[in-house]
Structures are given as structure tokens and as C-alpha cells.
């Protein structure tokens, strides 16, 4: 069984920084793409940053410049350094794997529960 943990929300003000850190456990063969995802009260989940295993990154283009995703392979986690916060990142942070349960199994799409950024003065 896989899981996914994050860490690092909170409350933070405007022109500030937080990090946040999601570690995958569990039976794992690989994770391909890990990535980060944000929900903002009444609008859909929506793609933050990504990085593959790798290294290649993407990001939305209203984090361009002040998030960077990063992620250590050897301890199967991956970051979210997030400066310049502005109020309208708040929003509860998912973290999502791609993860290969077994050699021969097709990669799975794996959730954390969350993590809450509050952007607010």
C-alpha cells in the first residue's frame, strides 16, 4: 500500500515563504512524475508544479518565478518552496505521484490528503 504525506502548510503573510515536502512509502518499484496540485475554496483542483524523475519541471504560469518544485529520489520526496506568496495562493495543497507498484503493473495515481496555505495578513 502507498502512501503520501505532506507537510509544511500553515499561515504565512503576503510576500512571504513556506515549503512544503510530500513523502511517498509503501510499496514502491518507481515514481515517475510527482507534482503538486492546489484547491482554493469554491474552484477546481488545479496543477501547481510537476517535476519527472528526471528532473524536468512545469509550472502554472501564476507560480512562474516564485514556486520551485524540486524532489530527492533516493528518499522518494518531493518539495514545494513557495516565496512571494500572494493571498490568492491560499488554497489546500495536494501532493501526486505516479508510482509503479510492481516491475510489471501500470503506474498508479497516488493522493495525499492535503496540506493548507493561508496567504493572509
Known amino acids: 500500500q502507498v502512501q503520501l504525506v505532506e507537510s509544511g502548510g500553515g499561515l504565512v503573510q503576503p510576500g512571504g515563504s513556506l515549503r512544503l515536502s510530500c513523502a511517498a512509502s509503501g510499496r514502491i518499484f518507481r515514481i515517475d512524475v510527482m507534482g503538486w496540485y492546489r484547491q482554493a475554496p469554491g474552484k477546481q483542483r488545479e496543477l501547481v508544479a510537476s517535476?519527472?524523475?528526471?528532473?524536468?519541471?512545469n509550472y502554472a504560469d501564476s507560480v512562474k518565478g516564485r514556486f520551485t518544485i524540486s524532489r530527492d529520489n533516493a528518499k522518494n520526496t518531493v518539495y514545494l518552496r513557495m516565496s512571494s506568496l500572494k493571498p490568492e495562493d491560499t488554497a489546500v495543497y495536494y501532493c501526486?505521484?505516479?508510482?509503479?507498484?510492481?516491475?510489471?503493473?501500470?503506474?498508479?495515481?497516488?493522493w495525499g490528503k492535503g496540506t493548507l496555505v493561508t496567504v493572509s495578513s
Open positions: 517535476v519527472t524523475s528526471g528532473g524536468n519541471t
Open positions: 501526486n505521484a505516479e508510482i509503479k507498484v510492481f516491475s510489471f503493473s501500470a503506474a498508479g495515481d497516488y
